[in-house]
């Protein structure tokens, strides 16, 4: 089965950026829809941005939509969050998820990551 690893997080300012990293092995990465998800302390995980392998459909949440871009490198088996216009509501621990084409709008994504922190100062 596939494994993930996060990387990227960190501490910012509101208005910062952070770009995080999702590196996959033990598995055929390039034939798996991705996904971001975020759980803030004493929250429920929620679903942040997602891509899907196919046609390439991103999906985000609307509080992130134009400050969050997901996309993906096949050739270095990563996907990539890149956040801008940062805000105090977006801190939370991120997590990488994976599942066969599918998986995303199915609602079975059932690889995970470990998590990266991101803390943005008010």
């Known amino acids: 089965q596939a494994q993930l690893v996060e990387s990227g997080g960190g501490l910012v300012q509101t208005g910062g950026s952070l770009r995080l990293s999702c590196e996959a092995s033990?598995?055929?990465?390039?034939?798996?829809?991705m996904g971001w998800f975020r759980q803030a302390p004493g929250k429920e995980r929620e679903f942040v941005a997602g891509l899907t392998w196919g046609a390439g459909n991103t999906y985000y949440r609307d509080s992130v939509k134009g400050r969050f871009t997901i996309s993906r490198d096949n050739a270095k088996n990563t996907v990539y969050l890149q956040m801008n216009s940062l805000k105090p509501e977006d801190t939370a621990v991120y997590y990488c998820g994976a599942g066969t084409p599918g998986a995303l709008v199915q609602g079975r994504i059932n690889i995970w990551g470990q998590g990266t922190q991101v803390t943005v100062s008010s």
């Open positions: 033990g598995s055929t990465f390039g034939s798996s829809d």
